[in-house]
């Protein structure tokens, strides 16, 4: 397991943009199930390792400083549309209201998919994602979009079939810089997506349904899920973004 974190932390630091240092820094964290806490069946995302500190085990240390605010707000099953509808996205826009107010630069991480993709093409979510992003800016927080992290099924041949590739692509489109016909925002990207299929096809159909939540649920994260794909994603942003963390 530790082999394979040492190996997949380079994956994953060069897929964000680097940035001037501001300091102190606060992370809201908002998504799906893939992103939640995992405290029942069907949930364990990768917010748990990234977070850290609060799991029934000590296994499950953050990458990042110590007393570093991180505020998991994913919710189990949501889709950008039922997120807003239910919510959960004014609980996440008080979380950063009040990070931003104790002058701490408030990085939002967001991202969507395993549910979109059930119900909508990719467009409805980039719309969906597009306004997060506006109101995430407005109140003066900095948002980070995170392409999906990938089911762990696999083709006959090895590969991962990437049901997902559409809306990771569409979260991309987003996060890219803007021209006045499209939707681009220009945000910080980090493609989990793509490292996270790599990571899997890499290790294999075996070590990667090791990672599950449970054995046929190639979706959720068990604990070294979380460690493996939460934890390098903290340090990969405050290296590439060269924070200095309280
Ligand atoms: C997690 O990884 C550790 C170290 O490799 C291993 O001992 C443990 O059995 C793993 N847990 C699960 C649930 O696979
Ligand atoms: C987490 O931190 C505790 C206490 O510092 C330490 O004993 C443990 O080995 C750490 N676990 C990992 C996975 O780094
Ligand atoms: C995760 O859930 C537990 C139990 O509900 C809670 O105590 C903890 O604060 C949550 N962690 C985060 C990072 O939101
Ligand atoms: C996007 O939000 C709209 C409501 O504004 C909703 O009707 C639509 O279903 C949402 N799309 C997704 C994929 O959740
Ligand atoms: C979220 O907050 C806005 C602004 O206060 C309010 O208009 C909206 O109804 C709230 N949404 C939900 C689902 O409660
Ligand atoms: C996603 O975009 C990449 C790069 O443009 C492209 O190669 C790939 O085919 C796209 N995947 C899907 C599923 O649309």
Redesign the pocket.
């Known amino acids: 397991m530790l082999k394979g974190l040492v190996y997949w932390l380079p994956l994953l630091c060069y897929t964000v943009l680097a940035r001037p240092n501001v300091s102190p820094t606060s992370f809201v964290l908002v998504g799906d199930s893939t992103t939640a806490n995992g405290t029942v069946l069907d949930s364990g995302g990768w917010g748990d390792g990234f977070c850290g500190g609060f799991l029934p085990i000590e296994l499950v240390n953050s990458s990042l400083a110590p007393d570093t605010p991180c505020i998991n707000t994913a919710e189990n099953g949501a889709t950008t549309g039922s997120f807003v509808a239910d919510g959960f996205w004014n609980i996440s826009l008080a979380a950063m209201q009040g990070e931003v107010a104790k002058g701490r630069r408030t990085l939002v991480t967001v991202q969507f998919g395993h549910n979109d993709m059930k119900i909508a093409p990719p467009e409805s979510m980039g719309a969906n994602l597009t306004v997060m992003v506006q109101q995430i800016r407005a109140v003066g927080a900095e948002p980070v979009l995170v392409t999906s992290l990938t089911r762990r099924n696999f083709n006959a041949d090895g590969t991962i079939d990437?049901a997902l590739?559409?809306w990771?692509?569409e979260t991309?489109l987003i996060s890219q810089a803007s021209l006045p016909y499209r939707l681009q925002q220009n945000t910080h990207l980090l493609d989990l997506h793509a490292a996270s299929i790599t990571y899997v096809e890499e290790i294999g159909p075996d070590a990667a349904h090791r990672l599950n939540r449970s054995p046929d649920d190639n979706t959720h994260l068990n604990i070294n899920g979380t460690i493996v794909f939460g934890r390098p994603v903290p340090s990969c942003i405050v290296k590439s973004l060269q924070f200095i963390l309280p």
């Open positions: 990437d590739g559409p990771a692509n991309i």
